[in-house]
């Protein structure tokens, strides 16, 4: 059993990003609203995991998928396994990051992604923007909505398993998820974590509990967010909580 914590960025698309991915698709109006949208939002770039869709298309946040990023993630992920999530948003002045925690996912489908276009129980799952790649006559071909497109789509990408939460066992808040910690450019790491009751319930639970001395940035680079499981080995949990206390616990707090 596997629970891993991960950190998306609200990354700011260029005007030509924008005007790229809003021209290839004038005729999807849901599309367009998360365009629109967007700026002000949690959602990743390319939406991925799925927040926007599954709330949109799908009525349920929690319903959401995981397809694109994180393919060394996504290839460990089994039946029963959790996800955690927080997003990193810089902020408009480029002074500093702030995280937001998102909630987590318990993974109910590993799907193949030839599986998500012929197997109709997927079906729903194949209007979403973070499908990577359709299948035809039983190849896979590239289907990105969201520039840039990814070059490596297919090596690695799309051979990574497509990723869907269990609704009844996942607990996501993209609406008004709560600020939890803070990092200014320039400053120490890792990031400064709020001294509110609810973030320092989330930090003592996923890090302090467990033994962890990391937090959710890394690195001063762009890519500063590394992945981190929270089990040991993915089979013996840390010290603390057990995964299905912990999960119980990280839901009163979404």
């Known amino acids: 059993m596997n629970a891993y914590l991960c950190t998306y960025r609200h990354y700011e698309p260029t005007r030509a990003q924008l005007r790229k991915t809003a021209c290839e698709t004038p005729d999807d109006p ?6 629109d949208g ?9 939406d991925d995991p799925s927040f926007f869709c599954a709330l949109r298309r799908l009525g349920n946040v929690n319903k959401a998928s995981w397809g694109v990023c994180r393919t060394d993630v996504r290839r460990e992920l ?26 987590f996912g318990t993974v109910k489908h590993i799907v193949d992604r030839r599986e998500l276009w012929t197997n109709a129980k997927y079906r729903s799952y194949c209007d979403f923007y973070n499908v990577l790649a359709r299948c035809e006559r039983g190849e896979l071909k590239q289907k990105e909505y969201f520039h840039p497109h990814h070059e490596d789509w297919d090596k690695g990408r799309a051979a ?25 450019i320039g400053h120490a790491l890792p990031e400064v974590w709020n001294r509110d009751r609810r973030s320092q319930k989330l930090e003592k639970l996923l890090f302090e509990e467990r033994e962890i001395a990391r937090r959710l940035r890394t690195s001063a680079s762009w890519y500063a967010h590394v992945k981190l499981n929270l089990m040991y080995k993915g089979k013996l949990p840390r010290a603390g909580r057990s995964l299905p206390e912990l999960c119980a616990d990280l839901k009163k707090l979404v």
């Open 30 to 35: 849901l599309l367009r609203e998360f365009l």
């Open 38 to 46: 967007y700026e002000d939002s949690y959602f990743d770039w390319g």
């Open 78 to 103: 089994t039946e029963h396994d959790v996800v955690v999530y927080f997003c990193g948003r810089q902020d408009r002045t480029a002074r500093c990051w702030r995280y937001y925690f998102i909630g």
């Open 160 to 184: 990574a398993p497509y990723v869907i939460f269990d609704p009844d066992e996942s607990a996501f808040n993209v609406d008004s998820p709560h600020h939890v910690a803070t990092w200014n």
